[in-house]
């Protein structure tokens, strides 16, 4: 090869992109934008048709079914049913999913045919249709277990519901934590106790922070389960325990969507921007703790 060629610069030419990339590129670009706009298009509505009724009168009053009181109706015992359930049910999930967690990732042997299963069903859990698990609630927790119709019931469905989410979440978190932080723990002299208490969950509490808020705004927004637990009936005053009757947003929404008056339209949507506000401002915050606490390893 002469000195020449060796000094000739190299021309790289690119590839003209085919006819069919930019065919599917359009495409998934205008299937982006047809969703987006079908999206803002139907928060745009909901927005319009309840703004008369985004007042205090929304969390002040209590649900009616007679058009004459309509005006001053609001979902409070919806809202504080709300509440009543959903912190029930992160008070059951967390601690156990974040504990399963830990065992799965820090303890079990993969060798093990039971630890096998149970991470087989942990995965299918996560999957299974929400109304299985209303089902589920009904005929074993209301009925076998004598709880009835009331906030336990519903948190303990709700539960069983978010719980693989929050599982896998919390082993990712875990698992992201690099294994020379607890070796270096190890070789200290700490226990494998002290090295996860004290090394690899603070270190894997963002991770585990943002999927537990994000499987606690999924429980929020369930209807199908709790219909399958009695929770449809008009509920007039707010629930004073866990064996209270309740009733939730998502019930409260469904059942003012079906009244034939423009007024139950009215705050059915008003209930509805309230609902969208709480799950927006949850996963906010599960976006804000991901980005503000994560780790680069």
């Not at 927790?141 to 009331?150: D, E, N, P």
């Not at 309230?274 to 994560?294: D, K, P």
Request: hydrophobic share 55%; charged share 15%; net charge positive.
């Amino acid at each position: 090869m002469s000195a020449q060629s060796l000094n000739t610069p190299l021309v790289l030419t690119r590839r003209r992109p085919r006819l069919a990339e930019l065919a599917f590129n359009f495409a998934i670009r205008a299937c982006v934008f047809f969703a987006l706009g079908f999206l803002l298009a139907l928060l745009a509505f909901v927005v319009y048709k309840g703004w008369s009724r985004l007042d205090s009168r929304l969390w002040e009053g209590m649900p009616t079914a007679r058009k004459s009181r309509i005006d001053t109706a609001g979902v409070q015992s919806a809202i504080l049913g709300t509440l009543w359930v959903v912190l029930t049910t992160a008070a059951i999930a967390l601690p156990l999913g974040i504990s399963a967690a830990i065992y799965l990732e820090e303890y079990a042997d993969n060798r093990r045919w039971y630890n096998r299963i149970l991470e087989l069903n942990i995965q299918n859990l996560a999957g299974v249709p929400s109304i299985v698990f209303g089902i589920l609630g009904l005929g074993i927790i209301a009925r076998a277990f004598g709880l009835g119709f009331s906030v336990i019931t519903a948190a303990i469905t709700l539960a069983l519901l978010v719980l693989p989410t929050v599982i896998i979440a919390s082993r990712e978190a875990i698992r992201a934590v690099p294994s020379s932080i607890r070796h270096a723990s190890l070789a200290l002299g700490a226990s494998k106790w002290q090295t996860v208490w004290r090394q690899v969950l603070p270190a894997a509490v963002p991770g585990i922070a943002t999927g537990s808020i994000l499987a606690v705004s999924r429980a929020i927004g369930e209807a199908a389960p709790l219909l399958m637990l009695g929770a449809v009936t008009l509920v007039l005053f707010n629930p004073d325990g866990f064996d209270s009757v309740y009733t939730t947003l998502p019930i409260q929404i469904f059942n003012l969507i079906k009244a034939p008056f423009d007024g139950f339209q009215e705050l059915a949507s008003a209930a509805i921007v309230l609902l969208l506000a709480i799950l927006l401002a949850m996963n906010a915050l599960a976006i804000f703790i991901r980005n503000r606490y994560a780790k680069k390893w």
